[in-house]
């Protein structure tokens, strides 16, 4: 495994452990809640978004679901690649915070929008290898450092969307509010050399007759009592033997990513209030913001709310998906604050969908196979992003058409 920093006794739960986790999920995600953030900044420099504009609309032809697109897919693709390449936690980190400095600085010089596209794809990879690199690396510590990470990823979304739209609102350019952003990754190396403390080597159960802690949920479908697992170095075989027992946290997780990112980058900047003390970039903004906050409570209940049956979520989030397209067609809600109360709703199904499902894996997977579980279940929430990026383009360019 990795490492000669996986080699201490156990001090029992650290509070400083729990604390280092909760700042890596904020500053994992961060920067890539400041690039969703900025989506109608970054397609309106430029002159990306001068073609094609829609007069009595103000819609233009490319979405914002073309900056999602390029902040997930290389997240995908190296989330995809992470089960099966080596687990150097340190060496992964510091790529990571390396890799998020780079795609700031090259986001706020832009001279092109493929300079642009560039700096985003550099912050997707970057939140893409740190997500199963953290995930992976807190099955060595306490259970609670689950809670606290996804509770941190909620944050990022609160904080990285409040920083910008406020600091953008104060008046900075975009050029000046990215670069102060590269603070972030350089607070997450700082903690994890000088907070996080060593990990506990992990007792594995090699005997291979299970693959749950039966002690959790005795009707899951990943109990296998012949299972012919041999050792803990799964095979690639055995990984693919494996997949399909994890579906029933995978597409819960996928349905309700879909439909949430689908509405909020295919719809958000369809739905547009007159007359109001907002401009239309300001109602983008505050739009990120609100739903962030509902997903920020979500992922920080973990330890109040407990669900099992996540499909049900993702059938709500599907209800909320249909309501908001026919939003952004008609326009018939009489009141901003009814769009938002709506957004910190679906704001939070997603974030109760993703810390429910990690919480679970990490109850009731056996120790041999969290880090697989682990990687490919965090595949689940980027695939269906990227979906949600195809539709909310396709959906976007038909609304405005009408």
């Not at 504009?53 to 697109?69: E, K, M, P, Q």
């Not at 403390?197 to 299970?210: C, L, M, Q, T, W």
């Not at 983008?284 to 979520?313: E, M």
Request: aromatic share 14%; glycine share 6%.
């Amino acid at each position: 495994m990795e490492e000669n920093r996986i080699q201490r006794s156990n001090d029992g739960t650290k509070i400083s452990d729990i604390v280092a986790f909760w700042i890596f999920g904020l500053c994992n995600n961060y920067g890539y809640v400041v690039m969703l953030t900025a989506a109608n900044d970054i397609l309106n420099s430029n002159n990306m978004n001068k073609e094609n504009l829609i007069d009595d609309r103000n819609c233009t032809f490319v979405s914002t679901g073309a900056i999602l697109l390029a902040d997930i897919i290389p997240a995908f693709i190296i989330k995809l690649l992470s089960p099966f390449l080596p687990y150097h936690t340190t060496s992964r980190i510091f790529l990571s915070c390396l890799t998020s400095i780079f795609s700031f600085i090259l986001v706020a010089t832009a001279s092109s929008r493929w300079i642009v596209i560039l700096g985003v794809t550099a912050t997707s990879f970057s939140s893409g290898l740190g997500e199963p690199t953290f995930l992976y690396h807190s099955t060595y510590y306490d259970k609670n450092t689950i809670s606290s990470w996804s509770s941190g990823t909620g944050a990022a979304g609160v904080v990285g969307a409040l920083s910008y739209s406020i600091l953008r609102q104060m008046g900075l350019n975009s050029y000046n509010t990215l670069i102060l952003m590269i603070l972030i990754p350089l607070v997450e190396l700082s903690v994890y050399m000088k907070v996080l403390s060593s990990p506990v080597a992990i007792s594995n159960d090699n005997s291979g007759d299970h693959i749950i802690n039966d002690n959790n949920n005795e009707n899951s479908p990943l109990i296998r009592r012949e299972s012919n697992l041999s050792n803990t170095v799964l095979t690639f075989a055995e990984k693919c033997a494996l997949f399909p027992m994890l579906l029933v946290y995978i597409l819960p997780l996928s349905l309700v990513y879909f439909f949430e990112y689908y509405i909020n980058q295919g719809l958000f900047e369809l739905i547009v209030f007159e007359n109001i003390s907002l401009t239309k970039e300001q109602q983008y903004y505050w739009f990120q913001v609100t739903y962030q906050i509902g997903v920020f409570i979500a992922r920080s209940s973990v330890n109040f709310i407990k669900i099992k049956q996540t499909w049900i979520l993702a059938i709500i989030q599907g209800v909320i998906a249909i309501f908001f397209t026919f939003e952004a067609i008609y326009l018939f809600l009489p009141s901003i604050w009814i769009v938002m109360s709506i957004i910190l709703v679906e704001g939070f199904h997603g974030g109760l969908v993703y810390v429910n499902t990690f919480y679970r894996i990490n109850q009731e997977v056996m120790p041999a196979l969290k880090t697989y579980a682990m990687n490919i279940v965090a595949l689940s929430d980027s695939f269906g992003i990227i979906l949600a990026g195809f539709f909310a383009i396709i959906a976007h360019n038909f609304i405005c058409s009408l």
